[in-house]
Nanobody, 123 residues
Framework: QVRLVESGGGLVQAGGSLRLSCAAS????????MGWSRQAPGKEREFVVG????????YYANSVKGRFTISRDNAKNTVYLQMNSLKPEDTAVYYC????????????????WGQGTQVTVSS
């Protein structure tokens, strides 16, 4: 199990930006695929972005494509989620996830999850 700690959530107006960070306590971080999912009140969890261990491969759900960017710094054991042009429907708890199997395009690929960070977008 990989320990993951998210940060960077908060309240932002529609059209604004936030950057989430996720620090992993794992020496083999560079071998892990990483991702982010989110869960809005009363809705199912939605997997939104993923990145390969090398950082060369990425996945974006249609709902965030063109607005969100995932990146990673293997030297810092950290993955980032840059969120631009935020909309009220992006309001959710965002969870960081780690995958040891190399895949990164759906929730089932991930075996470790963080506690989540709240993102609220006001209209």
């Amino acid at each position: 199990q990989v320990r993951l700690v998210e940060s960077g959530g908060g309240l932002v107006q529609a059209g604004g930006s936030l950057r989430l960070s996720c620090a992993a306590s794992e020496r083999s971080f560079r071998t892990l695929a990483m991702g982010w999912s989110r869960q809005a009140p009363g809705k199912e969890r939605e997997f939104v972005v993923g990145i390969s261990a090398s950082g060369l491969g990425t996945y974006y759900a249609n709902s965030v494509k063109g607005r969100f960017t995932i990146s990673r710094d293997n030297a810092k054991n950290t993955v980032y989620l840059q969120m631009n042009s935020l909309k009220p429907e992006d309001t959710a708890v965002y969870y960081c996830a780690a995958s040891k199997i190399g895949y990164y395009t759906k929730s089932a690929d991930f075996g470790s999850w963080g506690q989540g960070t709240q993102v609220t977008v006001s209209s």
